[in-house]
């Protein structure tokens, strides 16, 4: 299959998590964005990933992009989710129309099938999405058709088999899901690979929880490398595999795009002796039993008492690491509280979230425990 990113470097800035700014940090912080935009684009990187769903970063990617770039020095990739407020067809494809007004633009360069897996694939059928999705790119209003996967690699089959207009794969791959029972990176890797299928890699670094990772984790890595950041390790991980034609990262401040930078812009693969060390990471990290939450938020998308998941769990997991049950409760008070959202005691079992957690996580019953760990 021909390179459908033109030799593009391999880094591409995840607009999912950019800079807050505000009293409770609500509004995407525009000027921030732009600075990183520009440090990101002076260094030769022109892959740019944002989604219908996230909330506000279509708009963001306008004025800090957009608006002040030709329109042929970057590419932009967007996503399209029938299964969020599911309703019917019309509202479904409407997705793309608004993704264009936000974005600003009068096409996009790869157009993604939103989160496949579960019972979120069979949606894409029912509404006719890939049909439509054709039809884009036979106007020429998107250049490139994939799609995002989260769910097992026998399930990742069935849609490669019927869908061989899909010109790339975006999956979760990270070293510490690279053997997961349940989000399988690597047996979906090779999923991909077994149809050619050039792979974008999203959560390298597993949602920030590879940048600070637990000490045990750290010591293996700097004991290696002391200069090395930890989220290097990561990231350098997943575009090291054969086929990974661009590795997304969510950086949500200049440190991290200047780390990113520094590593990716002139891009070695591991070693074999780095090769073995991140297994020796993995092997660390998995002695710790931490909640696998992403932050993708997909679940709060479909709370309906707008509980602050993603937050409580971070909190919890803070606590896991460190043990210091009163930083813990700072930041749940913090990222779930002080955000307005509803806490762990106000669940109210209805399992919508765990239905659509790429994750598989138990959220009922990691709600119930966190509720009683914070005393809520």
Known sequence: ?????????KLGFGLMRLPRCGDNKETIDIEETKKMVDLFMENGFTYFDTAWAYEGSEEAARKALVERYPRDSFTIASKLAPWINKKDRETA????????????????????????????TGVFDEFGIWEFAKE?????????????????????????????????????????????AFIQSKLCYEMARKY??????????????????????????KAVNPDASNASWAIRFAASLDGVSMV???MSNMAQIED???????????????????????????????IP???????????PMNIGISGTFFAVNHHRVYQNLDAAKGRESWNVKSQGKARANE?????????VCPQHIEIINELEKAAELFEL
């Not at 299959?1 to 470097?9: C, E, P, Q, V």
């Not at 490139?144 to 794969?169: C, I, N, R």
């Not at 990113?260 to 660390?284: Q, R, T, W």
């Open 1 to 9: 299959m021909s390179d459908i990113f033109n030799g593009a470097k």
């Open 93 to 120: 494809i409407k997705q793309f129309e608004t993704s264009c007004e936000r974005l600003g633009v009068d096409y996009i360069d790869y157009y993604l099938m939103h989160n496949l897996g579960e019972a979120r």
């Open 136 to 180: 884009l790119k036979e106007q020429g209003k998107i250049k490139h058709l994939g799609f995002s996967f989260h769910d097992k690699a026998e399930a990742l089959e069935p849609v490669l088999q019927a869908h061989p207009e899909a010109e790339f794969v975006q999956l979760q791959i990270n070293y510490a899901d690279w053997d997961d």
């Open 196 to 221: 050619n299928k050039p792979v974008i890699v999203m959560e390298p670094v597993k949602g920030g929880m590879l940048a600070e990772p637990p000490e045990v984790v750290t010591d293996v890595l």
């Open 248 to 250: 997304l990262s969510g």
């Open 260 to 290: 990113n930078i520094s590593f990716m812009k002139d891009f070695v693969p591991l070693s074999e002796e780095e090769k073995v060390v991140m297994k020796d990471a993995a092997d660390a990290l998995h002695s710790i039993p931490l």
């Open 293 to 303: 939450c992403t932050k993708c938020n997909y679940c709060a998308e479909v709370c």
């Open 347 to 355: 669940c109210v079992k209805c399992g919508s979230c765990e239905g």
